[in-house]
């Protein structure tokens, strides 16, 4: 059963059984309205025949006033528990031969009398001689029942009428629940069918249909930007791996050709393609780091020493390059950062400045409106101008020829680029052609500062 007839079916029968259930109930009160209003009438009346018969006396005249006293299309009858002979007085001849039966626990009984319901209200009378004696009024209630039963008919039909817009309402509440599911349904196939993702409106409401549409649409953006990564990488690595392939696959075979005969021949053949598999394998971790980077799991932040991680990262490279790699600034800068992915950043940076520079490395921090400032200094041959706005870009190289000397990816950068996003860090570049470098790097204190 489809969610829009489940509403209809739900909500129409809801509301049949609440107005069933108020008009059983508005029934019910007004029906037992009516006779305790006709039991208190009766009692009236009983209680004026027993005032009238202590005025009389034991006399013969007490049958003329308990017919005078006798409710129309009903009865009264008065017996003595002496067994003397009763009075009766009817003014209906179905009531003629009625025996009222009494329920001492109950203010009046009903029961049935030749079809017709018939209600009685029995009164203790003493006379003035000492007798005991039952009044039992008995009256018919055939304008009650008619009453009721009019009652009832109208019940029914507000119930009917009732169920209409009631109904109507159940439609238009299953459109509106069900329209937006539909339209999620609509894009999502097409989604699907036209490999693409596309959002929905988000409307206007701020309620369970507006969260579900804000969810879908989140799902629907970090899916693109999985499937864009993916092709990205994909485009990324097919494009890079091409020529190291081609260089093994080349050398490969110069050295099945001749190489093993000429010992010159098969030593640069190795030497390449040891070069060229060393260069997959980084570009290959780099490619992959890219495709980590901008996961928010893939980061644990906490307060962390930028000073401390610095001297962390200087003290490999100076051992490994015997260069001079130097720390400058307060002995202490605290940050809240992911410390790990910070010195990931600055082995970048400090690789970056060792392979286009022969001088020293200088690292210098500092600290300024509730930020932390990093500096990566180094006395290379600069960056052109024209080549600084593309510095960040996958896979872009300032030149050629110093690609080939420094044997990088073109994906340090991008990498940086992607962590200093990823820890909130903005990061810039300054360069003079001839004199140097710099990579400034500027980390918040604490996360969500400006």
């Avoid at 599911?181 to 699907?192: D, F, K, P, V």
């Avoid at 970056?352 to 932390?372: F, H, I, M, Q």
Wanted: with cysteine; glycine share 8%.
């Amino acid at each position: 059963m489809k969610l829009k007839t489940r509403i209809h079916v739900f909500t129409t029968l809801l509301m049949f059984i609440i107005l069933a259930a108020v008009s059983t109930g508005i029934y019910f009160l007004f029906a037992h309205m009516t006779y305790d209003r006709q039991a208190e009438q009766l009692r009236a009346r009983g209680e004026e025949l027993m005032v009238m018969l202590n005025e009389l006396g034991p006399s013969d005249a007490r049958p003329e006033v308990v017919r005078a006293y006798t409710p129309p299309t009903g009865a009264i009858q008065v017996t003595w528990e002496n067994g003397e002979n009763p009075i009766f007085s009817d003014t209906d001849k179905r009531v003629r031969k009625f025996k009222p039966k009494t329920d001492p626990d109950k203010p009046y009984t009903v029961t049935k009398v030749d079809g017709t319901k018939a209600l009685t209200v029995t009164l203790p009378y003493i006379d003035p001689a000492g007798g005991v004696a039952s009044i039992h009024v008995t009256q018919l209630s055939g304008d009650i029942e008619h009453n009721l039963s009019t009652l009832r008919w109208i019940l029914i039909g507000i119930a009917a009428a009732a169920m209409i817009p009631v109904f109507a309402s159940s439609v238009a509440l299953g459109r509106i629940v069900t329209q937006p599911i539909g339209r999620l349904t609509r894009t999502m196939r097409a989604n699907r069918e036209d490999a693409t993702y596309e959002k929905i409106d988000e409307p206007d409401g701020r309620d369970e249909l507006y969260e579900m549409t804000l969810a879908y649409n989140d799902m629907m953006e970090r899916l693109g930007r999985s499937y864009e990564k993916q092709e990205r990488f994909v485009s990324d690595a097919s494009h890079e791996l091409k020529t190291p392939i081609t260089v093994l696959e080349s050398y490969a075979r110069l050295l099945k050709r001749r190489g093993f005969g000429d010992e010159a021949v098969a030593n640069e053949a190795v030497d390449a393609m040891l070069g060229e598999a060393v260069r997959m394998k980084m570009l290959t971790q780099q490619l992959l780091d890219l495709a980590r980077s901008d996961k928010p799991d893939s980061y644990k932040f906490e307060q962390a020493d930028v000073r401390a991680l610095a001297e962390e990262a200087v003290r490999p490279m100076r051992q490994a390059y015997g260069r001079d790699f130097s720390v400058e600034g307060p002995e202490h800068a605290l940050a809240e950062t992911d410390p790990e992915k910070l010195k990931q950043l600055l082995f970048i940076l400090l690789d970056n400045a060792r392979k286009y520079s022969d001088g020293p490395v200088k690292v210098t921090l500092d600290e300024e409106d509730g930020r932390v400032c990093l500096s990566v200094a180094d006395y290379g041959p600069g960056i052109p101008e024209e080549a600084r706005p593309h510095l960040f870009d996958r896979f872009y190289r300032v030149g050629t020829d110093r690609n080939r000397k420094t044997g990088g990816t073109g994906l340090g950068l991008a990498l940086a680029k992607e962590i200093s996003n990823g820890i909130g860090a903005d990061i810039t570049v300054e360069s003079v052609v001839g004199m140097g470098t710099v990579f400034r790097l500027s980390l918040p204190k604490e996360r969500g500062s400006a």
